[in-house]
């Protein structure tokens, strides 16, 4: 079975922070991609990945940045949280036509 | 614009009722078409996908899908539904992105309540 495990479950942290999420996958994958969801707005993606070290901006990706140094992990930063940021976030890795995701973050910015 | 349009927010059913839920999408090409189900607190989990061939799609936990070309949908039915079965219904297309793998654009969810 495909795994792609975060970090964390659960994190809170101030307004002004960096935040990293970490996304780890174990099936050798070449796509990665970061969402976010919010009621009633469904999942919206910030950021993709291809391949090591490309990436590519998705639909929202204002306020974060991404990186891939290995092909299992890949990384969205939010470099100064803000409260509009509080939100689920929901990593996936594919191949080719089907996403697998992991459980989720759900981040909370006071 | 490729689109995905979920009509229904929220649906409620009694348990062993059968259900539909609904998804209409907007795509130039034959379109790969995805449902996915997410549980509270988890992350989403494939229960069907459709790319070509036979229309009526069978998926995981007794649901399955029928493709539509002409009606441009991709409804989600059960038989019989569980209490097991709340959760927050995801349908999706998949296309390919910049020539680049292969990415995907959701609906916004169809919350289902089961009643007693």
């Known amino acids: 079975d495909v795994k792609v495990t975060q970090s964390s479950r659960y994190l809170v942290k101030r307004t002004g922070e960096k935040v990293f999420l970490e996304c780890v996958q174990d099936m050798d994958h070449e796509n990665m991609f970061w969402y976010r969801q919010d009621p009633g707005l469904g999942l919206r993606l910030i950021y993709f990945?291809?391949?090591?070290?490309?990436?590519e901006k998705g639909d929202i990706p204002e306020g974060y940045s991404v990186s891939r140094e290995k092909k299992e992990r890949f990384s969205l930063i939010l470099e100064s949280a803000s409260t509009n940021q509080t939100s689920m976030y929901l990593c996936?890795?594919?191949?080719?036509?089907?996403?697998?995701f992991g459980p989720g973050t759900r981040l909370t910015v006071l | 614009a490729q689109s995905v349009t979920q009509p229904d927010i929220h649906i409620t059913v009694s348990e062993g009722a059968s259900l539909e839920l609904r998804c209409n999408y907007s795509y130039g090409a034959t379109p790969y078409l995805f449902w996915y189900v997410q549980s509270p607190g988890q992350g989403l989990q494939l229960l069907l996908k459709?790319?070509?061939?036979?229309?009526l799609v069978q998926g995981i936990k007794g649901f399955e899908a029928e493709f539509k070309r002409s009606q441009s949908s991709f409804n989600l039915r059960k038989p019989s539904v569980h209490w097991s079965d709340a959760a927050e219904y995801f349908c999706a297309v998949g296309a390919t992105l910049f020539g680049q793998g292969f990415s995907f654009i959701f609906g916004k969810g169809t919350r289902l309540l089961v009643k007693p």
């Open positions: 990945s291809y391949d090591v070290k490309m990436k």
């Open positions: 996936a890795s594919s191949q080719s036509d089907t996403q697998y």
């Open positions: 459709y790319f070509s061939g036979d229309t």
